[in-house]
Nanobody
Framework: QVQLVESGGGLVQVGESLRLSCAASGRTFSNYVAGWFRQAPGKEREFVAT????????NYADFVKGRFAISRDNAKNTMYLEMNSLKPEDTAVYYC?????????????????WGQGTQVTVSS
């Protein structure tokens, strides 16, 4: 199975940027569709962005369109989430996830593998 480790979270001010990374190990990452999800205190885990195996197809939640960009480098077994124009409501623990399913999904239960999460806090 694949192991996932997120990094790059932190405390930023409104309008600033962060780049999250998700390093995969244990299996060939290009075999997996993948995505980023987030969970704020007291809320359910929610879809942020997904990417297909080759990186040619991406999907975004409406609330991050135009601000966030998902990408992957299969040669480095790494996925990224570039986050710009951050808002206080973006504060959450961000998780990367991967699945052997045929296509990407917006639903967390469809992903078999998860990282431990990285905290992103946006201060006003």
């Amino acid at each position: 199975q694949v192991q996932l480790v997120e990094s790059g979270g932190g405390l930023v001010q409104v309008g600033e940027s962060l780049r999250l990374s998700c390093a995969a190990s244990g299996r060939t990452f290009s075999n997996y569709v993948a995505g980023w999800f987030r969970q704020a205190p007291g809320k359910e885990r929610e879809f942020v962005a997904t990417i297909n195996r080759s990186g040619s197809v991406t999907n975004y939640a409406d609330f991050v369109k135009g601000r966030f960009a998902i990408s992957r480098d299969n040669a480095k077994n790494t996925m990224y989430l570039e986050m710009n124009s951050l808002k206080p409501e973006d504060t959450a623990v961000y998780y990367c996830a991967a699945s052997l399913r045929f296509s990407t999904s917006r639903y967390p239960p469809d992903y078999e593998y998860w990282g431990q999460g990285t905290q992103v806090t946006v201060s006003s």
